[in-house]
């Protein structure tokens, strides 16, 4: 079974930034992809961010546009979403999610979640 815990949400202005962590146990990541995803009050879960966590392959949404990055510490098991230059409508949970061998950007489609951590952005 595998156990994901995020931290580092929280309160924000627009224009500021946070660093979001993600604390993987339970399983060995060798072959895993941790991705990052958000939902906002009355929206639908999205993708936003995903990396493999043996070579650190990068994949994003294109609404990132530069502003986050994702990487990960293989020797804490811990994943990371840094959020630059927020917005209002970044306003979200933002959930972790892992693959043991691929995540799919399609939240349905993936089995281990986090409990998720609150961001929210105000103008």
């Known amino acids: 079974q595998v156990q994901l815990v995020e931290s580092g949400g929280g309160l924000v202005q627009a224009g500021d930034s946070l660093r979001l962590s993600c604390v993987a146990s339970g399983r060995t990541l060798a072959s895993a992809v941790m991705g990052w995803f958000r939902q906002a009050p009355g929206k639908e879960r999205e993708f936003v961010a995903r990396?493999?966590?043996?070579?650190?392959?990068?994949d994003y949404a294109d609404f990132v546009k530069g502003r986050f990055t994702i990487s990960r510490d293989n020797a804490k098991n811990t994943g990371y979403l840094q959020l630059n230059s927020l917005k209002p409508e970044d306003t979200a949970r933002y959930y972790c999610?892992?693959?043991?061998?691929?995540?799919?950007?399609?939240?349905?489609?993936?089995?281990?979640w986090g409990q998720g951590t609150q961001v929210t952005v105000s103008s």
């Open positions: 990396i493999t966590w043996s070579g650190g392959r990068t």
């Open positions: 999610a892992l693959g043991l061998y691929a995540l799919s950007t399609v939240p349905a489609e993936n089995r281990y």
